[in-house]
């Protein structure tokens, strides 16, 4: 079993759709990051949470620590967030990362 | 653009090379860390770096080595490659604290082992 599980693996959507991307973890955390993977390999940081929730524009961010839980929710979805977005929890201690396997968002228009 | 520099961004090695990869951190950062990710899979946490020292290593073997310099860039050595080691490999760069600090990617470097 994984330390860090994602579903959907890939998900499609209409533009303008509401999306959630969900997180398990089972070991315990300081942090947990939210990624995004474009195509060619660069990611980029959405987010990284310790507690509560964080809001980007029209990124949502989420996290329950008690359930071991975060979601990514994305609204009025757009076909240029289509990508892999990855969940990676940072242990504690120990400080290793565990990465989910990642969702593959593809937004059709 | 994150300020994170990976060298080279690809090559080519053959069976029992060794290789170096290179990584500048963003500005003001102390702490870099190294991924493998295989092709289709996500990616997986080789080892960090905070203040020259290894502060956290994944499931990964010896012939997977580091260094940070005192600039805090940072290299990852591989020995004796093999088949699997051909992968992306991406390092990141954060500003460690007592909790973490939000990661910057770079671009990687995609290695083929042939």
């Known amino acids: 079993k994984n330390e860090v599980e994602q579903s959907p693996q890939n998900l499609t959507a209409q533009e303008g759709e509401f999306i959630t991307i969900n997180c398990s973890y089972s070991?315990?955390?300081?942090?947990l990051h939210w990624l995004q993977q474009h195509p060619g390999g660069g990611i980029v940081s959405l987010f990284m949470?310790?507690?509560g929730k964080k809001k980007h524009g029209r990124l949502i961010a989420t996290i329950n620590i008690q359930e071991k839980h975060s979601s990514l929710h994305i609204t009025a979805s757009h076909p240029r967030d289509s990508a892999v977005y990855i969940c990676?929890?940072?242990?504690?201690?120990?400080?290793?990362?565990?990465f989910g396997t990642g969702t593959s968002l593809t937004v059709i228009p | 653009e994150t300020g994170v520099t990976q060298s080279p961004t690809h090559l080519i090695k053959t069976r029992g090379q060794q290789v170096t990869l290179r990584c500048s951190s963003q500005?003001?950062?102390?702490?870099v860390s190294w991924y493998q990710q295989a092709l289709g899979q996500g990616p997986q946490f080789i080892f960090q770096?905070?203040?020259?020292?290894?502060?956290g290593r994944g499931n990964f073997p010896p012939r997977f080595s580091g260094l940070q310099f005192p600039n805090y860039s940072s290299e990852l050595n591989v020995n004796a490659l093999e088949l699997d080691d051909s992968a992306l490999y991406l390092c990141?760069?954060?500003?460690?604290?007592?909790?973490?600090?939000?990661?910057?990617f770079g671009e990687g470097s995609r290695l083929t082992v042939l």
């Open positions: 990141a760069s954060s500003q460690w604290d007592r909790i973490t600090g939000e990661l910057f």
């Open positions: 070991v315990g955390i300081s942090a």
């Open positions: 949470l310790s507690s």
């Open positions: 990676a929890a940072r242990r504690t201690p120990g400080n290793q990362f565990y």
């Open positions: 500005s003001g950062h102390n702490t």
């Open positions: 770096y905070y203040r020259e020292e290894e502060n």
